[in-house]
């Protein structure tokens, strides 16, 4: 996949993000990490197109993140949020059937025998006819997983998504994840979950204060050249 | 150490009755001092058809009422939320007057000049009209109130995917908001049947207009008023615990 971020600025009250520049192509895996607020949940919803920056270019695989194309681009992509965000009134099915049938054209049967296929792959069949609101939080996670992939994205944003759940539900949905590299999407992803990065990407962009302070494949975390990266690896593990 | 909980059950009872005992004692108070030696709900008893008509009227009103208040309060509610400012405009103003302005004003005025300038005299429609206007801005803000507790991320999952405006409304808002507007929208109801007693100024044949009838005919005021506030209790009570028991079901 190629990920180009040409001069990235992006302001709230203050500036978030900070002229970030980066030519990537071929990784299949991108990781981002970084201390909390320093700008990585902000740049995967740039990446994802639900926010625009204040300057600057994104270019994600063939699309250009211009106005135009965002619509088009949003269809070939999987976004998995923080928390599940499932609709709530619906079935973990239903949730991923409505999509299918309603902005894909899908007949009933089709969206049915997908949403079947991808709860199986994601261990859901018995919960496939709960609400949300009555599965655990790891559950509602990898539903929410599911139903990013039920329209078979080319590239999966996952921004933090075991950031609610406590570390045994973390390790479920983990392994979840993992089991979808064979599926030959690209990923791109913001966790805290070091020892999941290591094993999981093939890229890694570090960010503090909005900047790019370290980058490049997973040895950079067994060998940090700088004293931020190096803090944060310290911090993370003792957390 | 906490009760059993029948005995906890048995004395909110006794609380409860003790309760009611107080204002049944003011009633029949107020009663006995102001009535006639001839105190008889038989006299109103013998137009209970005009009577039973009335309530009917009365129920059928605040029925059309609340119906239509409810399509003027979401066209309200969309007019506000609209990207053109003429729109916008159009329903804050509406909003904002109506919400200023007391019903029996507003029954007036629908019938008396409205109703002439579109030479369409129909009072009873009129009427239905008057309380649809007076309502439709609680139901504005009743769609609001419940439209924006949905989570703000919901909003994104359905931009991402592309979901039409009418998807949108039809399956993932309406339904998570319908139980949320559902409280709100029988005290809306409860509005509309209290609401349409105003309508006996413009001889709408409502309940309030029919007891009003009966009390020229027999002189039995004291009685006409007593049987026209149970009756508007018959109805708005039963609503009340309807909504409760909805809420506690759904809770």
Excluded at chain 1, 140 to 165: C, G, V, W, Y
Excluded at chain 2, 112 to 117: T, V
Aim: glycine content about 4%; hydrophobic content about 45%; charged content about 20%.
């Amino acid at each position: 996949m190629k990920l180009v971020l040409d001069n990235i600025v992006k302001e709230y009250d203050n500036r978030v993000l900070d002229h970030l520049t980066v030519d990537l192509d071929d990784y299949q895996s991108i990781a981002v990490i970084g201390p909390s607020g320093c700008g990585k949940s902000t740049l995967l919803r740039l990446i994802a197109g639900i926010e625009r920056p204040q300057s600057g270019l994104i270019r994600v695989g063939r699309w250009s993140l211009v106005p135009e194309q965002i619509a088009a681009y949003q269809k070939t992509i999987g976004l998995v949020f923080q928390t599940h965000n499932l609709f709530p009134h619906l079935s973990l099915k239903r949730n991923i059937t409505l999509i299918l049938e309603k902005t894909r054209g899908m007949d009933k049967q089709t969206a049915s025998d997908k949403a079947d296929e991808l709860l199986k792959l994601l261990q859901l069949e018995p919960e496939k006819d709960k609400k949300p609101a009555h599965v655990s939080g790891g559950q509602a996670q990898r539903a929410s997983i599911a139903r990013a992939l039920s329209t078979d994205p080319e590239l999966m944003l996952l921004d933090e998504p075991t950031a609610s759940l406590d570390p045994n539900l973390t390790h479920e949905v983990l392994m979840a994840v993992k089991k979808l590299r064979s599926l030959g999407k690209d990923f791109i992803f913001v966790t805290h979950e070091i020892a999941f990065v290591k094993s999981f990407a093939d890229y890694i962009l570090f960010l503090d204060q909005g900047k790019i302070i370290e980058q490049g494949s997973v040895s950079i975390l067994d060998h940090p050249q700088t004293e931020k990266l190096n803090s944060f690896l310290k911090n993370v593990y003792y957390d | 150490m906490s009760e059993p909980s029948d005995q906890r059950k048995l004395k909110k009872l006794i609380h409860f009755a003790a309760a009611a005992a107080v204002y049944i004692v003011f009633i029949v108070f107020v009663v006995i001092r102001v009535s006639s030696n001839n105190f008889s709900l038989s006299r109103i008893f013998d137009y209970r058809q005009l009577l039973l008509q009335g309530l009917l009227n009365t129920l059928i009103i605040s029925a059309y009422s609340l119906l239509f208040g409810l399509v003027l309060g979401f066209i309200l509610y969309l007019a506000r939320e609209s990207k053109i400012y003429f729109f916008r405009s159009m329903s804050n103003i509406f909003i904002e007057v109506m919400m200023g302005t007391p019903l029996l004003v507003l029954v007036f005025i629908t019938s008396y000049f409205i109703g002439k300038a579109f030479e369409f005299q129909n009072d009873y429609v009129l009427g239905i009209i008057a309380i649809t206007a007076y309502i439709g801005p609680y139901m504005a803000n009743m769609f609001k109130g419940s439209i924006d507790s949905i989570d703000t991320q919901q909003f994104i999952v359905m931009d991402l995917y592309g979901f039409s405006r009418y998807q949108r409304y039809r399956f993932i808002i309406l339904p998570q908001i319908l139980r949320l507007m559902l409280p709100q929208l029988m005290n809306n109801f409860s509005y509309a049947i209290k609401g349409s007693a105003l309508l006996y100024v413009t001889a709408v044949t409502e309940v309030f207009y029919a007891v009003k009838l009966i009390q020229s005919k027999t002189f039995a005021f004291t009685e006409g008023y007593l049987i026209l506030w149970v009756a508007y209790l018959c109805i708005t009570l039963p609503l009340t615990l309807l909504t409760k028991y909805i809420e506690r079901r759904y809770s």
